[in-house]
């Protein structure tokens, strides 16, 4: 079965920081993975879509990689900022047609 | 565009009613999914539609019901609510899936309380 994991599940860091968010996936037959940001009480913001065949993606300040031999997505967030905090889960998209959503790592930024 | 739309935001429900959530896109989208998510659980996949007409169940579609008669519309049937039920319900849309496929949109979601 299809595990998707992010590790750390909360993290805090004073404002400015560049900080990596992890995501781990068991298979490695992925078509693609998305990040999204959830704020308190709203739902999903897309932030980042990286195809199998591709090994990274920007937008301003975010960052997404993916390998997938070793089964790994990082998102790298440049100079954080307070505005920055949320949650941010990372979604795993299968061969198969199969979407599975890591628990979500909670990032709060510090000013 | 107005992307994904949900009604209602919030509901509460007695035990044992039933309740349809909406859901519709105007992105001319064919996937079309409806996820939970209860603290600290991730989100959980409980029926999708691959286009108008077919629906399949995902990870949890216990106590649930799904229709989809067009393409826009992909509503959520709870029919004897129960306690466990209790969740804020999101519902999504992709253009499609596969190896080029495109991003997920998600619908602000509606936060069900069954008591």
């Known amino acids: 079965k299809q595990e998707v994991t992010q590790i750390p599940a909360a993290l805090s860091v004073p404002e400015g920081e560049n900080l990596v968010l992890n995501c781990s996936f068991t298979d490695s037959a992925i078509y693609n993975l998305q990040w999204f940001r959830q704020d308190p009480g709203k739902g999903l913001t897309s932030l980042l879509l990286?195809?199998?065949?591709?090994r990274e993606q920007t937008s301003g300040r975010l960052n997404a990689s993916l390998d997938k031999s070793s089964g790994r997505s990082t998102l790298y967030i440049a100079a954080s900022q307070p505005g920055d905090s949320a949650t941010y889960l990372c979604?795993?998209?299968?061969?198969?047609?199969?979407?599975?959503f890591g628990k979500g790592t909670k990032l709060s930024v510090k000013p | 565009n107005a992307g994904v739309t949900q009604t209602p935001k919030f509901r509460i429900l007695k035990i044992g009613q039933s309740m349809t959530l909406q859901c519709t896109q105007d992105m001319n989208h064919n996937y079309m999914y409806w996820y939970r998510q209860d603290p600290g659980m991730g989100l959980k996949l409980i029926y999708y539609s691959v286009g108008a007409g077919i629906t399949d169940k995902g990870e949890v579609p216990n106590g649930y019901n799904v229709s989809r008669s067009t393409t826009e519309d992909f509503p959520l049937r709870l029919e004897l609510a129960a306690p466990s039920q209790t969740s804020v319900y999101f519902c999504?849309?992709?253009?499609?899936?596969?190896?080029?496929?495109?991003?997920?949109?998600f619908g602000p979601g509606t936060r069900l309380t069954v008591t």
């Open positions: 990286i195809q199998s065949s591709q």
């Open positions: 979604r795993y998209g299968g061969s198969q047609g199969n979407l599975i």
């Open positions: 999504a849309s992709q253009r499609s899936v596969g190896p080029s496929s495109y991003e997920q949109y």
